[in-house]
C-alpha cells in the first residue's frame, strides 16, 4: 500500500505546534512506516511538490504577501488541509497586532525599539514581503478541511488526528482529545 503524502509549513508561529508534533516522540518511528514527509520545518524542504500531496498541515497566522503564498500554493497542492493550533485556526494571539495601524507597529519594531540603532527606518525592498493590514486566520484565505486547536495542540491530539486519516476517517474532535495531561 502506498504511503500518505504530508507536507507542512509554518507562517506567522513560535513553532510550538512543531515542537508539540514532534512530541509524539517514538510514535514518529510508526507513523513514518504510512507517511513520507515531502515538506515539513524538519526536513528543511519549503515547498510541497508540483505533483500535489495527500495532507497539507499549516501552522501560524496569515501576517503578510509571502505567508498568503505559501497558503495559496498548500491549499493547491493538497487534498486534506489541517490549520494546526490556535494562530492557524483563529488568528492567535498573532492578531494582537489587528489593535494597532500598520504603520504603528513598523515604526514601533524598526525605528523606535529600545535595541535599535539611532536613525533606523522601516525597510522597503520589493523582496521582503509586505505585511497586510490585519492578520487573519488560514481559513479567511483558503479552505481549511480540519481544525486543530491549540497553543500548541497536544501531541496526542496530533497523533489522533493523523491516525484517524490513515485510517480514512475524519478525525472528531472532543474535549478528551484536546485535554493536556
Known amino acids: 500500500m502506498a504511503k500518505v503524502s504530508v507536507c507542512m509549513n509554518w507562517l506567522d508561529a513560535c513553532a510550538g505546534c512543531e515542537m508539540?508534533?514532534?512530541?509524539?516522540?517514538?510514535?514518529?518511528v510508526e507513523l513514518l512506516?504510512?507517511?513520507d514527509l515531502l515538506s515539513t520545518p524538519i526536513t528543511d524542504?519549503?515547498?510541497?511538490?508540483v505533483g500535489g500531496c495527500d495532507v497539507g498541515i499549516l501552522s501560524g497566522a496569515v501576517s503578510d504577501s509571502h505567508q498568503e503564498e505559501v497558503a495559496l500554493e498548500m491549499r493547491e497542492r493538497c487534498?486534506?488541509?489541517?490549520?494546526?493550533?490556535?494562530?492557524a485556526v483563529t488568528g492567535g494571539i498573532c492578531t494582537m497586532r489587528n489593535f494597532f495601524p500598520l504603520q504603528s507597529v513598523l515604526?514601533?519594531?524598526?525605528?523606535?525599539?529600545?535595541?535599535?540603532?539611532?536613525?533606523?527606518?522601516?525597510?522597503n525592498a520589493p523582496e521582503i514581503a509586505k505585511l497586510h493590514q490585519?492578520?487573519?486566520?488560514?481559513?479567511?484565505?483558503?479552505?481549511?478541511?480540519?481544525?486543530?486547536?491549540?497553543?500548541?495542540?497536544?501531541?496526542?491530539?496530533?497523533?489522533?488526528?493523523l491516525t484517524e486519516?490513515?485510517?480514512?476517517?475524519?478525525?472528531?474532535?472532543t474535549d478528551k482529545v484536546l485535554t493536556y495531561d
Open 79 to 87: 487534498k486534506i488541509l489541517i490549520a494546526l493550533g490556535d494562530c
Open 33 to 35: 512506516k504510512h507517511v
Open 165 to 173: 486519516l490513515l485510517a480514512g476517517r475524519t478525525p472528531v474532535l
Open 45 to 49: 524542504l519549503k515547498h510541497p511538490p
Open 20 to 28: 508539540s508534533f514532534l512530541d509524539i516522540d517514538e510514535r514518529i
Open 107 to 123: 515604526n514601533r519594531a524598526y525605528v523606535e525599539s529600545e535595541s535599535n540603532a539611532p536613525g533606523q527606518k522601516v525597510p
Open 134 to 161: 490585519q492578520v487573519k486566520a488560514v481559513d479567511q484565505i483558503v479552505k481549511v478541511d480540519i481544525y486543530l486547536p491549540g497553543c500548541p495542540p497536544p501531541a496526542d491530539a496530533i497523533w489522533y488526528v
